[in-house]
């Protein structure tokens, strides 16, 4: 019998079988999950596009999610594919073209067929400003988070902006062990041979704090390269929460001849060079950046709830940890993640601006 989070496996139930798929950390007051799961059946994929209203990227783990939650206040956030589909703009107004639109819309002009219009107005890139969903009280499990959904002041804990604070980079240079980590895939789509699109989520556990980085990559050949990353820090000891935004992006010849310039590349190892995030994000420039904010520390109960470590990637105190960043100077060796089920293992893992390279995480 397989696993329920083989990817062989072909058939989903209800509840037990959720929980066989999740993974969960207990550190302080905060519980972190995470739960991986086959690529999305028939009829789930149908439901979520008539909930969101576009058409859902080939490749798409509708169960996946990540969710960090504070137990004291139920405050929590979640990261989900039907979230973030849900803010790819819906108008086709950001939409892009591709390398050979002009001649397909020749081509179209000159059809026998009249009437064709473009029904589908959204952007097929399937480009998300997700940064996550705010939740609380009973609203932390993630279920009937619509109406709780942040828009100012719909959770009395929020995240608010600030221009006072950054990720503690000193603090995630440290060599502390890794109790948990994990790397989600929410999305993902080769945009009909276009490019590639996609969204991943990948966290790490130490025992004062955490890291999470929510990443959508996103290079359509002959046009653009973006990279959208979302990092989430909770420090353990004061309940504190940030949560940083950084977009990136820059036409597809800058990014190829800069990787020509900086690594010498010919035409063919830029091409497969491309195919890295973690090698494109730092040659992309800064197009938007944003800080925002969250102390729990006064919320509920001061008692620390005990430590459940699930399945610790590391057993000594002297492992080292994984980076979740990019450097904004330098592009920085990937460190290795454990691969979402039924694929490859990714190449490397980011790291915070002006992080240095981490040594490699023994894998499970």
Known sequence: MNNI?????????????????????????????????????????????????????????????????????????????????????????????????????????????????????????????????????????????????????????????????????????????ILFNDDVILYESELDDNGISILRVKIRVMPQRLLLLSRFYLRVDNVVVRVRDTRVYVDFATDEVLREYTAREDSFDNVRRALTASRGLRSDGVMVAMRDANIVADLLPVVDAKMERLTLGETGSTATLPSRPAQPTSTTASAAPTTLATSATSASPATSMPAPTGRPAPSSMPAPTGMPAPSRIPRR
């Open 5 to 177: 989070a083989s990817p062989n496996e072909p058939f989903l139930g209800a509840g037990s079988d959720f929980e066989l798929a999740t993974r969960t950390h207990v550190q302080g007051h905060w519980q972190i999950s995470s739960r991986k799961l086959p690529i999305s059946r028939a009829g789930a994929i149908d439901a979520m596009a008539d909930r969101i209203g576009i058409p859902i990227p080939e490749m798409i783990f509708g169960d996946n999610q990540v969710v960090l939650r504070h137990v004291p206040s139920g405050w929590s956030i979640t990261f989900d594919a039907a979230d973030a589909l849900d803010k790819v703009d819906k108008t086709g107004e950001s939409r892009l073209q591709v390398a050979y639109a002009r001649d397909w819309a020749s081509s179209r002009e000159m059809s026998s067929v009249e009437g064709i219009t473009d029904v589908r107005p959204y952007d097929w890139s399937y480009s998300t400003s997700y940064r996550g969903t705010e939740a609380k009280g009973a609203d932390a499990d993630g279920s009937e988070k619509d109406e709780k959904q942040l828009n100012g002041d719909a959770v009395a804990e929020h995240l608010e902006e600030t221009s006072e604070h950054q990720l503690p980079l000193e603090l995630l240079r440290q060599r502390d062990p």
